[in-house]
């Protein structure tokens, strides 16, 4: 299909007011497109406030629309005269909002729903899919360096879980598990079709600068961040890496995709590390935030770290991944991993969502 430019006409942007979402709508805007950003709630001034603002700093539009995703025929009059769909909403399980069969029977039930919706189009030539890194990880060796060519449903011959039984009872799997269907559906959809190509993206560990409260997310990487702003513990990851991507990089991703003349449907991006300098364990994230905001007492890993550490001598060595094919296909240029953990932290407290633990001053 030929690649989508801001004169063929305005592109949607499913889940416009995530933190994905919303630097995706920034990015389009940036290139002068007209954006049809959509969201659950336009009621909602946390989720649109900061999304019509843009419409005074960049030279695109952004305008708002609401659509529920598990609505068939929601996105109809959205899409009509569209020349691409970047597709990054998606039921998330943060905060308890959704059950893990709930996840997994939005994400199948979505993407069936944009992908009608598409085809009444009639103008859509590109889907951009927010897919996961969770549809490529699968059990490895330590330090095995995973790529496109991996899929999450890779060396499960032996594991019971890995099946869509009884998912409120296995955690994250109904996520991964769907994740993996969702690409292989929107890949054989758009191929049946033939009027249209679904190219997927595939970002791990996301973080960088948020743009309203709403994308603090609690559960999320950047909320467990966050969280050692407070001088409390990280909750999360603290077994193996942080694989850091910045969001921007992500968002720029999805457009150069919609713009690229050489994907295809069945395309993947893998948006993980740069180099080994993302790849990082949560003490080394501690260091990072406590250079950069010295007035700060970051806290670290939790006391089963060091516990960890005394029988193993270092965490988990994974996941490692680096954003090689989108630098080299796409000409993606990254964010260092200083300034994408630095606008983390900035952002959380100009937001107000962290009352950082300051160090108490020496002497009078």
Same mark, same amino acid.
């Given at each position: ?21 919303? @630097? ?5 805007? =940036?290139?002068? !497109? ?67 069969? %709930? ?10 729903? &944009? ?15 927010? +897919? ?80 309203? &409260?709403?994308?603090?997310? &609690?559960?999320?990487?950047? !909320? ?47 948006? +993980? ?9 949560? =003490?080394?994230? %501690?260091?990072?935030? %406590?250079?950069?905001?010295? @007035? ?8 089963? !770290? ?5 029988? !193993? ?8 991944? @680096? ?42």
């Amino acid at each position: 299909m030929p690649s989508v430019t801001s004169s063929d006409g305005p592109v949607a942007v499913t889940g416009a007011s995530g933190f994905i979402g919303a @630097h995706t709508v920034i990015q389009l805007m =940036k290139r002068g !497109y007209d954006v049809r950003g959509c969201v659950t709630d336009t009621s909602n001034p946390d989720k649109t406030g900061f999304l019509l603002k843009l419409n005074d700093e960049h030279p695109g539009n952004v305008t708002l629309h609401q659509a529920n995703l598990l609505e068939d025929g929601s996105y109809d009059e959205i899409f009509a005269g569209c020349s691409a769909v970047l597709h990054v909403g998606t039921p998330m399980g943060y905060g308890g909002a959704n059950r893990p069969q %709930q996840v997994y029977d939005g994400m199948i039930g979505g993407i069936n729903n &944009v992908v009608g919706s598409i085809k009444r189009s009639g103008s859509v030539k590109r889907l951009v899919y927010t +897919s996961s890194f969770a549809a490529i990880g699968h059990p490895a060796p330590p330090g095995y360096r995973y790529t496109e060519a991996d899929w999450a449903s890779d060396n499960r011959e032996n594991d019971a879980n890995w099946n869509t039984k009884d998912l409120n009872d296995k955690g994250e799997v109904g996520y991964a598990y769907g994740k993996v269907e969702g690409e292989h559906l929107v890949n054989r959809l758009a191929a049946e079709d033939g009027s249209f190509d679904a190219i997927s993206v595939c970002p791990i560990v996301v973080l960088g600068p948020l743009l309203s &409260v709403v994308h603090e997310c &609690v559960g999320s990487w950047q !909320y467990a961040l966050g969280r050692t702003l407070t001088g409390k513990n990280n909750p999360r990851g603290w077994q193996a890496l942080w694989n850091i991507v910045d969001v921007r990089d992500v968002a720029e991703a999805h457009v150069l995709i919609a713009e690229s003349a050489t994907c295809k449907n069945g395309d993947r991006f893998q948006l +993980s590390a740069t180099d080994e300098s993302g790849e990082i364990t949560v =003490k080394q994230l %501690q260091e990072h935030l %406590q250079k950069q905001l010295p @007035h700060i007492a970051v806290g670290g890993p939790p006391p089963e !770290y060091d516990a960890m550490i005394e029988k !193993y001598g270092k965490p988990y060595d994974a996941p490692r991944a @680096h954003c090689d094919k989108a630098r080299t296909e796409l000409g993606l240029k990254t964010h260092p991993v200083e300034d994408t953990i630095r606008t983390t932290a900035e952002t959380f407290i100009e937001l107000g969502l962290v009352e950082p633990a300051l160090k108490k001053r020496d002497g009078p």
